[in-house]
């Protein structure tokens, strides 16, 4: 199986599987919870590939539609409401991992370059998270706290870097998640975040 389909595949049906998660702990209907997979699994794939000018994955893949139903399947069939937990950070943060090297690597295979390349790699691993938490009405994650794009950036940087230098693609692409997760979970278990705004006291 060709990389860039497998990295999409993959990425679609984990975060499907986490947005549908957070859709039913906010007591959404099954309508709801079909719709928030789907925005959270294929909106960052979908805004990358308009931005390069190409149809979206799941126009021309079946398989990721597919992938969406499934994990609303799954979380239908396992009904039980829980508090997301180590278990969905787990899984986000492999997701992240596997779409930030999607979306640079297809970027690079356009010809792109290595700058517009990371920014893609970015994009396409923090859209669908930052859409499913505002669609849910919760505080984005994205926006304050587990340096998210921090760790999406620097293992796109890690992969693209690598890319360019020649270096066999899968050890590229396993080197840049690898970035990606362990940028996430230290930042998690140290309790790191970027500095915030603050303002002045009257």
Request: glycine fraction near 10%; hydrophobic fraction near 55%; proline fraction near 2%.
């Amino acid at each position: 199986m060709e990389l860039l389909p497998f990295l999409d595949l993959a990425s679609t049906l984990v975060f499907a599987l986490v947005g549908a998660r957070v859709a039913a702990d906010k007591g959404l209907d099954y309508g709801g919870i079909a719709f928030i997979a789907a925005v959270a699994s294929i909106s960052g794939g979908t805004l990358r590939n308009l931005f390069l000018g190409l149809k979206p994955a799941w126009i021309n893949d079946s398989n990721i539609i597919l992938a969406v139903i499934l994990a609303v399947i799954i979380t239908l069939v396992f009904q039980r409401v829980t508090k997301i937990g180590k278990t969905l950070i787990v899984m986000d943060t492999f997701g992240l991992a596997i779409a930030a090297i999607s979306g640079s690597y297809l970027a690079l295979t356009e010809n792109i370059s290595w700058f517009i390349a990371v920014i893609l790699g970015v994009i396409t691993a923090v859209t669908g998270g930052l859409l499913r938490d505002v669609l849910c009405q919760l505080e984005p994650v994205l926006l304050h706290r587990e340096t998210i794009g921090t760790s999406a950036l620097m293992g796109a940087i890690g992969f693209v870097s690598l890319y360019e230098l020649d270096v066999n693609l899968n050890i590229s692409a396993l080197i840049g998640g690898s970035i990606v997760i362990l940028t996430r979970f230290i930042s998690i278990y140290f309790d790191l975040h970027l500095p915030k705004f603050k303002t002045q006291g009257k």
